[in-house]
Every structure is written in C-alpha cells, then in structure tokens.
C-alpha cells in the first residue's frame, strides 16, 4: 500500500527562523512529488519535482528530491508570520491521484 | 491561468436532505477532476476520481450511492452528498487537471449537517 510520512506534524518557531519540513514516500510506480501550502481554505501549489537531486527555488522557499531515498524536503528561509499554514506533500503515483500526506502545522510567532 | 470555482464555499443542510457541490474549470478543459474530503486537523483524503463522459472512481470506503458525482462537461463536476448526516459534515475540496499539466484545487465547501 502506497504510504506517505510528514514530519514533523507541528513546528512552532520565530520569525526569521530556518525550517525543514520533511516527506517520505513508499510507492510504487512515482511519477512527481508536489508541494502545497494550505491556509484557511484550498491548497496552493509550491513545488512539482519529478527528477532528484535539483533543487527548485522560489523566493526564500526551497525544495528537492531524493528518489533513491524516497524523501523530499522543503526549506523556508527567514521565515515570516505568512508562512503560517498547513504544508502538504503529495506523490503522484502515475495513475494521477495525489496522495496526501498527513500535513506538518507550521506556526511563525512574531 | 488554471483557475476553478467551487461553489457553495459555505452550506448548512437539515440531517436527511441533499447537497450539490459544483466544481468549475474556469479557463481550460479538465480532463479529470478529484473530491476530497477533509476533517479538522487532518490532510485531504481523496474520495473518487472523474473523467468526462464516464463513471467516477471511488475510493475504497466511499459509499458511491451517497456521494453522487457527475462529470457531464470537460469543464463542470458535481458532487451530491444525498441523505446528508452530521457525520458528513466536513471540508469538501475538488481539483482539476488540465491533461497531463497540474493539478488546480477549488476554494473548498464547508458543509454542516444540523
């Protein structure tokens, strides 16, 4: 059975901290691994990775893959209250579903 | 671009009546779309798969006699929770694909059985 892990499920740091939010995956036939963050209502995307190794930037977010690994992470940079939210992994197993994982809970405290 | 409306964003029903949900792909074609449904504090748990012009597929552990979904159009899906219960209550959010690009989500429908 296809599993997805996120840790850690909640992190609580100050603004301008640095955070790691991890994923694990145990599937069969991986396609993608994509990013998303949830505030109130529906996700929005962050970061679609197929290949490993290259890292995928946009501002002070980051992300990489590690296919042999099965892991990915995402990195936040001088972190800001905005960063606040639910971030979900979610693998794309080749059949077009995406499963998602359990979430981490990032909170920034001002 | 990729935009899709989800509508009601907000919905309280009487225990035992019915509930549409409409998920339209703004500005492209969906080839498919998905539902998911989400508790509080808990991820997105996919609830079925639908296709244009053919029947979804549901998830393991999904009644589909009571989450009716129909895809009549490449651009409008809708999800009926029939016989609503309180235990339905929950965040419902669909997401559509353009062909083999990403995967767009819908602002959600927060559904409340009283």
């Known amino acids: 059975e296809d599993k997805v892990v996120q840790s850690p499920l909640s992190l609580v740091v100050h603004e301008g901290d640095t955070v790691t939010l991890n994923c694990s995956y145990e599937?069969?036939?991986?396609?993608?691994l994509l990013w998303y963050k949830q505030e109130k209502k529906a996700p929005t995307f962050l970061f679609m990775l197929t290949s490993s190794g290259i890292e995928k930037k946009s501002g002070r977010l980051s992300s990489i893959l590690d296919k042999k690994e099965l892991f990915s992470i995402l990195n936040i940079t001088a972190t800001q209250t905005g960063d606040s939210a639910i971030y979900l992994c979610a693998p794309n197993f080749g059949n077009e579903k995406l499963t998602f994982g359990t979430g981490t809970r990032l909170t920034i405290i001002p | 671009g990729a935009v899709v409306s989800q509508h009601p964003s907000r919905v309280i029903c009487k225990s035992g009546t019915s509930v549409k949900i409409e998920c339209r792909s703004l500005d492209f074609q969906a080839t498919t779309m998905f539902w998911y449904r989400q508790f509080p504090k808990q991820s997105l748990m996919l609830m079925a798969t639908?296709?244009?012009?053919?029947?979804?597929?549901?998830e393991q552990g999904v009644e589909k006699d009571k989450f009716l979904i129909n895809h009549a159009s490449l651009t409008l899906s809708t999800l009926t929770v029939t016989s609503a219960h309180p235990e339905d209550s929950s965040f419902y959010i669909c997401?559509?694909?353009?062909?083999?690009?990403?995967?767009?989500f819908g602002s959600g429908t927060r559904l409340t059985v009283v």
């Open positions: 599937v069969t036939n991986f396609r993608s």
């Open positions: 997401s559509a694909r353009r062909g083999g690009g990403g995967y767009t």
């Open positions: 639908s296709n244009e012009g053919s029947k979804a597929t549901y």
